[in-house]
């Protein structure tokens, strides 16, 4: 823990800026900080029309897929570590604050409908808690042991991966969280949109994959719901989106592993099916009841001619994969 971090503690370990005055915050000049520097484009923005604020925010934005592009390289390095340890039962864990926290917890709350996966596989956590989603709660980010009663009841291994997402980089609650996980031999990773080199934290304790997503100054300074935000949204994406389909929850590029639970899912299903087999719609919606909504196993079923539990047998000999089964997709 950096001495920055150690310092917000205060006495008996609590972070007094987080639990009381928060006058008695100690406050570092953060202003080296590429999140927190003033954007050259924008020093008008108050004096433009709508349409000119518009545009201006619209070329901003377009800056942000480049800056995800050139940390492509260490993403790579993070989602094989978190395949890796998925494969063996690990977990991917996002923990954040205020918008970031937000971030993780959206991403995390949409992997079990979108690939059937178990809600623990990726879990999110937030300053605050699941209140902070709605109600700002900005204080609970200063104190670095915030994290820790959300952490404990998970039990954490060398098989989890445990994700900070900050913006700035200097979040004390993100940062115990990620010495809390090295304590316990979990992977780590920071995703921040500032170098982490000028940050006092990293320099204490060593991330395995820093993922700096360099966007720029913010439109409105300071304000990294804008650029870093949608920054940290795509690469969300593409950390949980790989890592499902290297689990084999996608075929080519379909989303196999669904399960049938409302109508526009139910349609999806259907059409898949037909897709890839020479059943009708009104057979492919009796067969996807025979496999009680899941259209990897309707898939396996119509063709290999099996049965459920067949199909669920072939899927399990094959690390529950369709290309080994029944090759590409048409």
């Known amino acids: 823990m950096s001495n920055e971090a150690s310092a917000q503690r205060g006495s008996g370990g609590r972070n007094r800026s987080a639990l009381g005055n928060p006058r008695s915050a100690i406050s570092t000049d953060r202003g080296h900080l590429l999140t927190e520097q003033r954007n050259e484009a924008t020093r008008a923005l108050d004096d433009c029309t709508v349409e000119e604020a518009l545009r201006l925010i619209n070329a901003q934005d377009a800056e942000v897929p480049a800056a995800v592009g050139r940390a492509v390289p260490a993403l790579t390095a993070l989602v094989e570590r978190v395949v890796k340890g998925m494969q063996k039962g690990g977990r991917l864990i996002y923990v954040g604050a205020g918008t970031s926290g937000r971030l993780g917890v959206l991403d995390a709350s949409e992997i079990p409908p979108t690939f059937h996966a178990d809600p623990d596989r990726v879990v999110g956590i937030i300053a605050g ?11 609970k980010e200063d104190d670095p042991e915030g994290a820790v009663s959300a952490l404990e009841p998970l039990g954490l291994d060398a098989d989890d991966t445990l994700v900070g997402i900050a913006a700035g980089g200097t979040t004390p609650y993100v940062w115990g969280a990620i010495d809390y996980a090295k304590k316990r031999g979990a992977g780590t990773a920071m995703i921040c949109c500032v170098a982490l080199d000028g940050v006092p934290q990293a320099r204490d304790i060593h991330v395995d994959n820093a993922i700096e997503l360099l966007v720029g100054p913010e439109v409105v300074t300071g304000s990294t719901r804008m650029k870093s935000g949608t920054a ?23 989303m196999i592993d669904l399960k049938a639970s409302n109508a526009k899912l139910r349609d999806r299903a259907a059409r898949i099916i037909v897709s890839q087999s020479d059943l009708n719609r009104d057979a492919a919606l009796d067969l996807l009841d025979d496999a009680d909504g899941r259209v990897k196993l309707a898939l396996v079923m119509a063709a290999r001619g099996v049965d459920r539990s067949g199909a669920q047998h072939l899927l399990d000999t094959h690390e529950q994969r369709l290309r080994p089964i029944l090759g590409a997709p048409r």
């Open 129 to 139: 808690g699941d209140s902070a989603l709605r109600v700002s709660s900005e204080g």
């Open 232 to 254: 940290t949204k795509l690469a969300l994406n593409m950390i949980s989106t790989v890592a499902m389909v290297r689990l084999g929850k996608v075929w080519g590029n379909l």
